[in-house]
């Protein structure tokens, strides 16, 4: 059995490749609008990459301070001096505590120690007790709580009403706030009539105690007795 199809005659339709006669090409204007949101989403991470690297070269090619791998010493040279001087340190309350004469101060930064020439110093200890010292020469810290008396030196020790404690030698090592002395020289140590000399000494007045090395000599006064 055979079907026949019959179709109607379609109109003919002109077929042309490429554009017809007079016709303008069509623009596909959506890639520019990409274009445009693309840049204008980079262009603050682009402008932030160019300011990275500006401020990059920038510290790359700025000069740099000098490097000193050494520290200065320090002079071993006084950095002041003081002639014919006195100095005074007092305590909270206003009461003087320490005074210090000499002929010359110098102060070496080196060490922060002074050093006096013609050194007379007068120590007031809390209880009253009046410290007078003096040599020629001496070395100290430098607010004067520790002094090294070298040349005849001699420190005396006394309260009111008592008999003084006299030490010298050719070296003391007074600590005036611990209230100290010691001395690794030959000392004379007199305490009244009673004279004692020694190879040397460690005195500590809030101990209550004199220390000295021998030898040994001492001369004491006579005891009265009375009946």
Known sequence: ???ELHLPDLPEVPISLGLADGQAPRVDMRWQLRLRAAVSAYLPLLLMTLLALATWWLVKNSPRPPVFNEARAVSAAPDYTMT???LERFDPSGRLRLRIEGEQLRHFPATDRIEIDGAVIRAVAPDGRVTLAHALRAIGNGDGSEVQLLGGAELSSER???????MRSEFLHAFFVAERVRSHLPVQVQMGATALNAAGLDYDHAAHRLELQGPLRAVMAPVVVKR
């Not at 009111?160 to 006299?166: F, I, K, Q, R, T």
């Open 1 to 3: 059995m055979s079907i």
């Open 84 to 86: 014919r001087f006195a």
């Open 160 to 166: 009111a009403g008592d008999s003084p404690l006299v």
